[in-house]
């Protein structure tokens, strides 16, 4: 998925020198130098730039380094640098996170990533869920508000990130922000009020590039920053980022992108039509709503094995420090492993005959010892109740549901699907092989799966490094069908039977059927 | 000249209000019903304006009047108006002279002339001309001084226009500004010291479409203005606006636009080829030079009728007040009548025993008393000297020598051209016979010269009125030659055969021979 160095935003240029015989503008010269390179006879820039433009050009006697970028097919010159000046000209990918955000440092001239930094969405503040944060801003001052509050986050880290690579901030030319439509309004600082009232409207579908310093982003003076488009108001920019990332305007073959995170959103198609879907999927695989949930960090539990025969459980925690909690991907693999080993029945019920030990009782409600005291990392029981786990089947039970209602609507079944691209933002890889084992995602082979971790930040990063992003993340965009789920008696019955493990027609799995114990 | 009422830059729209299967965003939604009415389908605008829309769109039931503006190929929404409001949309259109700078508020639904308003630029507390200026604005403070003391003369001129028509200057959504390349570079703040050394490189040639704010202008919130474009250091946007004015974008006959102040400036060709010229005419024809010599205004001659037989000289004043000055096509007039009634020579030189009392020796140079104290505003002798007739004689040379050179240069005689149009930025009307009398311009049937009054003004209203302006002002630009005068022996050869009245060749002025007195 990496692109040509020829097709970077970054284009060094040398100009003929004005004459008598030639006199056009300076601007006007670097606009038809770079023209045959960009394809393009129009290049708009800034005011601020075009002030210096003159003096720049004549100090580097007429040769230059630009940043250019393009979107809704027009072309922008960013800033003009020392060609021999050797500075680093760099792009920001955002994963805009309800909770959490993410961002990667790219250089633009190479595509490499130069460095990485992650940190709690400050929002939270006036809400942990979107819902709280969209009331909240209802009226102005919450409105802007929460634009401060992120604004001001991502300033400081861009501040951290870059330090870390030893750069300024002013060198970060470009920043491209995926994230669902709600955080994505909040950052622009557009109403949101009717982004959850029926019929559910965004303000914007294709922000596309805006002026940094009206967003309150401290990067350099004329930088644009690219806000990844939405199909509406489910099917946010991150969905569309990892879309791109996956390929899915340059696939012919059909594939299909799942994200699991508050929501179960699905998109499905190839780079002729597309058609996506989105359900409340509930909260399970996302950080904090187990009582040991969280997302992924070091000491949180991101994989589980347990021995089939022994029923001895083995957890493994990023960085392999003491374990503190468990992220989306590890609560699949808890669940799939207590299925296959028999520690939880095909109701989603743990067997306490079969637990053992493991199995204590609070508050009338089983609770399933995942780490004990003496090994975990603030020498607490780490625990999943019952309820945490029926919470976790609804989503998986939801995610398949909305596979089988979109196949069906568009007449294919599983087998026909090339590709399965599992995306997530909460921050780690879910193991396919876990997934199916529940009856989350269908019984196919495993070399169709492809984890992409988070692929929002991951697409964010590709268009930092490719000229025909925007148009390719916009084709995306443009082809996608949303479908309105119809909860109607059919779909509640499909819902019920795949809230069973792996669900009530075991045929469905066959390779699950004889791995249970 | 005047355009369609469907081309104007107002359009009245109503969307199909949203729904579950129509989950468009507000500014998709709109972007959509325009995308017919406008021919595109992207229609850019301000984050500011994004956030006002999903409010404004459901207060006014998905109706609403919007303000459009396209240029380089790409259409801006600039605001949208309550539909039923009956608000006045205005435009304004300014040129921006050296001297004096003249604003026209214009109904943009209409086109109609609202008021119209001119004041001195306060520019010239730097210096009264262009390269006094230039060099003070070479340093950044004498730059930005510059610009706040045009951007403060325009803001306070447009409230003045704004409160005489009735309407508030946040009513103001479009400004044109037309001025030489020199002042539209003071007046965006962009560097000018290349513009007047060797080649004499502009910034900019097509500036488009400013923001409002960045220019300090203040208008309405997301307000552009479009800056002319120039087609090199010395022929500027005023000019470019006349040919505008004028139709140089759809002409099929072969025409000529000659513009007379500090330079002789000349265009010609049709709509598909265009040469330009411009040449040094020495400062005759712009207030300040002659002691009386001023800008139109009231009590300044813009006409003179001296009786060839009693040679009593007659003058007509502007709001005929007592006269206080004379403006350029008055000196003209004045010129010419002067030379039929004999009391000038072919040389120039005045004929002391023919002009009799109103001749008297100050310094010892001849002057001419064009008013005497008696009848004068300030009760002086309203005089010319001899130096103000050679002055003027000069320009009138120039401007000649630059018509037979540029037609000499396309090989075309002075009968191919169908017409002549005369604009000045100097405020007044050139009686074209009275230009012929002098020599200044071909000996052409008068039917084929069209005084335009000031054209630079008249070309920017034009603008406000089309949807097509910016396109067909880019292709005037786009198709410009320009000629470097070449002034070597045979060009001084002409030129001093130009400095007799007419003309050492009479042969060239048939018409003006047998009315010489």
């Not at 692109?3 to 003929?16: C, F, H, N, T, Y």
């Not at 800033?79 to 760099?90: I, K, N, Q, S």
């Not at 990844?228 to 992108?257: K, M, Q, R, T």
């Not at 196919?444 to 929002?456: D, W």
Request: overall charge negative.
């Amino acid at each position: 998925m990496d692109e040509e160095s020829g097709d970077r935003w970054v284009v060094d240029i040398a100009l003929q020198p004005p004459s008598i015989d030639d006199n056009t503008s300076d601007s006007g010269r670097l606009e038809k130098a770079l023209a045959p390179e960009l394809k393009t006879d129009s290049i708009a820039m800034d005011l601020k730039l075009l002030k210096l433009l003159p003096e720049r050009l004549r100090k580097w006697d007429y040769a230059c380094r630009c940043i250019v970028f393009r979107d809704h097919g027009k072309w922008r010159l960013i800033d003009v640098l020392d060609p021999e000046g050797g500075d680093c000209a760099a792009g920001m990918a955002v994963d805009l996170g309800t909770t959490r955000v993410v961002l990667r440092l790219v250089d633009l001239a190479t595509g490499r990533t130069l460095s990485e930094f992650a940190f709690d969405n400050p929002q939270d503040e006036a809400g942990p869920d979107i819902l709280a944060r969209l009331h909240y801003a209802e009226k102005r001052e919450g409105r802007q508000h929460l634009q401060e509050l992120i604004t001001g986050g991502i300033n400081r880290a861009v501040g951290d990130v870059c330090a870390k690579a030893g750069i300024s901030s002013e060198q970060v030319y470009l920043m491209a922000v995926a994230g669902n439509t709600a955080m994505t309004h909040l950052f622009m600082g557009l109403p949101p009020q009717w982004l959850i009232r029926e019929p559910y409207i965004p303000a914007v579908n294709s922000p596309g590039a805006v002026r940094a310093d009206e967003l309150g982003i401290n990067i350099s003076f004329c930088a644009r920053v690219f806000v990844f488009p939405n199909a509406g108001s489910y099917f946010g920019g991150d969905l569309i980022s990892g879309a791109y990332y996956a390929g899915f305007h340059e696939n012919d073959e059909v594939a299909v992108l799942v994200d699991v995170g508050t929501n179960a959103e699905v998109l499905l198609g190839n780079r002729q039509w597309l058609v996506a879907c989105a359900g409340a999927a509930g909260p399970a695989l996302e950080g904090g709503v187990s009582e040991i949930g969280m997302t992924a960090g070091p000491g949180v539990i991101d994989s589980v094995r347990i021995d089939p025969e022994s029923r001895e459980v083995s957890v493994h925690t990023i960085d392999d420090m003491p374990a503190r909690g468990i992220c989306g991907s590890g609560m699949i693999d808890l669940a799939a492993q207590l299925f296959l080993a028999g520690m939880v029945d095909i109701r989603g019920r743990f067997v306490p005959e079969v637990c053992g030990d493991r199995l204590k009782e609070i508050d009338g409600m089983h609770h399933f010892i995942v780490v004990f005291g003496r090994d975990s990392a603030e020498g607490n029981d780490l625990t999943i109740s019952q309820a945490d786990l029926d919470s976790l089947i609804r989503s998986k039970a939801a995610m398949y549901t909305i596979l089988e209602t979109i196949t069906g609507y568009v007449g294919i079944s599983f087998e026909d699907i090339s590709a399965f691209y599992v995306g997530g933002t909460f921050g780690s890889f879910i193991n396919p092989r876990s997934a199916i084992s529940i009856g989350m995602l269908p019984d196919l082979p495993e070399e169709v799966f492809h984890p992409l971790g988070n692929s929002s930040v991951k697409g964010a990063a590709r268009l930092l490094s490719s000229r025909q992003a925007a148009e390719d993340i916009e084709s995306i965009r443009g082809r996608i069908t949303y479908l309105e789920l119809n909860v109607n008696q059919d779909f509640m019955n499909r819902f019920s039977a795949a809230r069973f493990l792996p669900h009530t027609d075991a045929a469905r799995f066959p390779t699950v059927a004889g791995a249970v114990k």
